[in-house]
Every structure is written in structure tokens, then in C-alpha cells.
């Protein structure tokens, strides 16, 4: 599909409804998730492109804000995947149910199946509904239920029993970013570098074992954006999607942003709220916050937090100095301290959210 129709269309959209919210329906998109669908019934006014045939041109995406996917197959077009998006995203908007408790107990919420539903007969083909639904003691239908929920998805969908069992529910929301402007070079001027495949895998891998919601590569570089995303869909729904299901998951947890600033309003969107912005650096010698503080943090407040990782030789003063809490730099036993952001990103979750088990020695 022609560029310049689409985008004439945005335009014109976009005088009656300046700040509405435009998503592209696409196989390279973010998959859509019960997340992305509670982030989306708050924005007031959503804007989907359909593509058709072979999709559409390549400077559409310029003009849009974000990209999703239904799901890992092929459609005509995008009109279908629309309909999806908007039946999920309507029925969370307070009155389009006509009880607000139905959308919460449904499943995907809290990463969860909802429990079996069970009709009459009582008995059909010698299959009997669970006597304890038919008790009248609603405190045990309500456990039964919590019960039979979880084991469902335990039994049907470990991906997603694994991702909610990850992070405890009383945890804050946990995202990161790796940013690529601006930062450092070692000469101390700022500079853009380049998006690393071994960057992208690792710590995707890393934020997937510690039940991190969101990774998101920060470059302003249009081309290494359209890199990734090639990077991510041959893992996504390409061979490397068959050739390794667990490098998928990890993978399926990662954003491309331009900015700072754009990955911050995403955040926002995703969680419903603003995070608190955390930075860390081999430089920081002056933390405001040790990581058994930030472990207490976490566990106390409700709001996201997004921790940012630096490329080059590290995050420059001006993001430092957005931060509402610095960490403490990751140290060795001497003067050497050039850890590979990977690698760091890898301690630093552990510290904050790795279980804390005590290590019993080994007695002969």
C-alpha cells in the first residue's frame, strides 16, 4: 500500500484529534497481551493502519506510534487483527460490561487462565460438576476456584504461569531500557553507539529469568531500530522461533524506542502510571539508594520502576541527573571496572530481585 495516502489520512485524523495514539497492525508488532490491552483502553483516542496485500510502505512506520501483532501467522489483512484489538480494548472500558467485576476475574489477568466454567446438567456422560460448586459455601467455591486457575494454566500454559510466578504481585512493575544516546565515549564526548545482537539476547534473557515486564533497546538510529526488528521477528516467528522456543520468550519481552523520553511514555502507557527512573553506571560513586533499599522499594511501592543501562563508556550527567534514585556501581576486588552492560544488567537484577536463599556449607 502507497505511502502517501496513509499518511494523508494521519494527518487529517490528526486535526480533530491531535494527541490520538496510532498503531500499525503488523507481524513485526509487540504481541498483544492483556498489558497492552489495559494500557490501550486508557488512551483516548486510538488510531489503527491496516495494511493489506503485502503490507505497506516502509516510511508508514515513520508516521506511527507503535506496532502490534495479534499472533505468530498470516492474514489477508489488517482489518481482522483490528477487530481483535478493538473488542479486547473496548470491553475494559468502564460501562462497556455491565459489571465491572467481569473483566477482572477473566483470564490473563495476573498471567493466569480463569478457573473451568460449569453448567447443567449436574451430571453429563458421567462427568459430574465438582460437588463443591454446588455446596452453597462460597468461600469454598471461591478457593476451589483459586485453586483450579492455577493448575489449569500450571497444566495448559507454562509460559504463562512461569511469567507469573516470576515476580511476586506485591512487587512494583519492573522495566528496563538500554540506551544508546546519549552517552559516553571514552573521551568523554557524547555520542550514539551501536545496537549489539549479543546486547538484545543477553539481556533479554536476563529480564525473562528475573520476570522483568518490559526491555526496551533506545536508539534514535532508524536503521538499527528496523535492524532489530529483523533481529526479533527472525526469532519471533522466523526459524529461530522453532529452533529455540526459549530464546523467544526472552526475545518477545523486548521494546524499540528512540528516546529516553519515548520509552518513559510507553512505560506509562503499559503500567497506567509514570515510573520512577533509576540509573546506574561504573561511575556512580555517589548512590542514593543501596540495593537492600531498593529490594524494601520494591516491595513496598506499586509504581513501575525503569531501570536504565548505558552503552559506550556510560550514561551521560543529564540522564543521571533525571533519576530519582542512583544504584551503586558494581565493583571488582581491584582497579579494573570494565564490565560489558550485559553482564552487569545480569548482577544488578540479581541484587535487586534474585531470591536471597542462605547458602549452607558443606561439612565433612
Known amino acids: 500500500m502507497k505511502v502517501e495516502p496513509i499518511v494523508d489520512a494521519l494527518e487529517a485524523i490528526a486535526t480533530v484529534a491531535p494527541e490520538a495514539h496510532r498503531v500499525l497492525l503488523s507481524p513485526r508488532g509487540r504481541a498483544l497481551d492483556h498489558r497492552k490491552v489495559m494500557a490501550l483502553s486508557a488512551v ?42 478493538i473488542d479486547a480494548v473496548v470491553r475494559q472500558i468502564p460501562g462497556a460490561l455491565g459489571n465491572l467485576a467481569s473483566a477482572a476475574s477473566e483470564s490473563f489477568v495476573d498471567d493466569q487462565l480463569e478457573y473451568p466454567q460449569y453448567t447443567r446438567p449436574e451430571i453429563f456422560r458421567d462427568r459430574a460438576v465438582p460437588p463443591v460448586l454446588l455446596s452453597g459455601d462460597h468461600a469454598a467455591v471461591e478457593a476451589w476456584r483459586t485453586a483450579a486457575a492455577r493448575e ?10 512461569a511469567r507469573g510466578t516470576a515476580r511476586s504481585d506485591d512487587m512494583a ?19 550514539t553507539t551501536a545496537v ?5 539476547h543477553d539481556i533479554a534473557r ?21 535492524l532489530s526488528a529483523r533481529i526479533l521477528e527472525h526469532w519471533g516467528s522466523g526459524w529461530g522461533a522453532s529452533y529455540n522456543a526459549t530464546r523467544k520468550d526472552a526475545l518477545a519481552l523486548v521494546g524499540l524506542t528512540e528516546d529516553l523520553d519515548h520509552t518513559i511514555v510507553d512505560v506509562e502507557r503499559d503500567a497506567g502510571v509514570a515510573p520512577m527512573l533509576l540509573v546506574t553506571s561504573a561511575r556512580t560513586h555517589r548512590p542514593t539508594i543501596t540495593y537492600a ?11 513501575p520502576l525503569l531501570i536504565v543501562f548505558g552503552t559506550g563508556w556510560g550514561l551521560t550527567e543529564e540522564i ?8 551503586p556501581a558494581v565493583l571488582g576486588t581491584g582497579d579494573y571496572n570494565h564490565l560489558s552492560v550485559r553482564s552487569a544488567a545480569a548482577i544488578i537484577l ?14 565433612p
Do not use: W
Request: glycine share 6%; hydrophobic share 40%; charged share 30%.
Open 44 to 85: 483516548e483516542n486510538l488510531v489503527l493502519v491496516c495494511g493489506r496485500y503485502e503490507g505497506v510502505d516502509e516510511r508508514v512506520r515513520d508516521f506511527v506510534d507503535e506496532e502490534l501483532s495479534i499472533g505468530d501467522y498470516v492474514l489477508s489483512g489488517g482489518e481482522p487483527a483490528a477487530l481483535v484489538v
Open 152 to 161: 489449569l494454566t500450571a497444566r495448559t500454559r507454562p509460559d504463562l504461569a
Open 173 to 191: 512493575p519492573l522495566y528496563l531500557a538500554l540506551l544508546h544516546f546519549p552517552v559516553y565515549d571514552k573521551n568523554r564526548q557524547v555520542v
Open 196 to 200: 549489539t545482537h549479543m546486547d538484545i
Open 206 to 226: 536476563s529480564a525473562c529469568t528475573f520476570g522483568v515486564r518490559r526491555f526496551y533497546v533506545v536508539t534514535p538510529v532508524h536503521a538499527l531500530r528496523e
Open 293 to 303: 533499599g531498593l529490594r524494601r522499594l520494591i516491595a513496598e511501592t506499586e509504581r
Open 320 to 327: 543521571i541527573d533525571r533519576a530519582d534514585h542512583q544504584l
Open 350 to 363: 540479581d541484587r535487586m530481585c534474585g531470591r536471597q536463599e542462605d547458602i549452607q556449607e558443606a561439612h
